[in-house]
C-alpha cells in the first residue's frame, strides 16, 4: 500500500508515535470498538443485554465506543489508585450493517472516568460476567472451564492487580475518606 500511494505508512500504537509521521508517511492507528446501543447513545451505558435485544446491540447502531488507559502523570499505566480511563464515544453517518465497512466520524464525545469510579466498573463487569457464567440465562449446566477463567481473571494479581488490589486502593483506612462516599458505597455494594 506504501508503494501504491508513494509514502511509507507507519502503524501508531500511541501518542508518542505520532511524532515520527513525515511528510511522506502515513499514520494508521487500529483501535477496536464496541457497538453502543442507539437507545443509550453518549450515556454510560453498562448494561448487560441478551435474547434478541444482542441483535440490536450489534446491528442497527451508528454510535461506537472505545477505552484508552491513561494517568495523569502522561503514562498509559499506572498504580490502580492513580488509573484513570477515556471512553471515546464516535457517531458515523450510517448504521451498520451498511454496504460500506469504513464510514467517516461525524461526531466524537470523550468522558473521562476516575480511577475509583473506572474500578467500580471494572469490578461489576467481573461480577456481571461470573453471574452470567455461573447461571446460564438458557438454564444450562455452568462451563467450568470458563468459569474458572472468569475466576482467575477476577483474583489474579497479574491482571490489573486482582481485586484485592482494588479493595486496597480505595477502601483502606487511609484511603477511604479521600473518595466521595458515594462512590465508595457503590464499590463495597459490588463487591
Not at 511524532?19 to 470498538?33: D, E, Q
Not at 450493517?97 to 476516575?114: A, D, G, L
Amino acid at each position: 500500500l506504501g508503494a501504491l500511494l508513494g509514502c511509507s505508512i507507519i502503524f501508531l500504537r500511541s501518542n508518542k508515535d505520532e511524532a515520527k509521521l513525515g511528510p511522506n508517511s502515513l499514520g494508521i492507528r487500529l483501535t477496536t470498538m464496541d457497538p453502543v446501543p442507539s437507545s443509550g447513545e453518549f450515556n454510560k451505558i453498562n448494561k448487560d443485554v441478551n435474547g434478541s435485544e444482542s441483535y440490536l446491540r450489534h446491528n442497527e447502531t451508528n454510535v461506537f465506543a472505545y477505552e484508552t488507559p491513561f494517568t495523569k502523570s502522561g503514562k498509559s499505566h499506572g498504580k490502580t489508585r492513580e488509573q484513570w480511563r477515556r471512553k471515546t464515544f464516535c457517531r458515523v453517518a450510517e448504521s451498520f450493517p451498511f454496504r460500506e465497512k469504513c464510514q467517516p466520524i461525524i461526531h466524537e464525545e470523550c468522558i473521562e472516568y476516575t480511577p475509583i469510579e473506572s474500578s467500580i466498573q471494572v469490578v461489576e463487569k467481573k461480577v456481571r460476567d461470573m453471574k452470567k457464567k455461573a447461571f446460564p440465562a438458557d438454564g444450562s449446566k455452568a462451563k467450568l472451564k470458563t468459569l474458572y477463567q472468569v475466576l482467575s481473571g477476577c483474583v489474579n494479581t497479574q491482571v490489573h492487580g486482582g481485586i484485592t488490589e482494588v479493595a486496597e486502593s480505595f477502601l483502606a483506612k487511609e484511603h477511604v475518606m479521600e473518595h466521595p462516599v458515594g462512590h465508595i458505597r457503590k464499590l463495597k455494594n459490588a463487591f
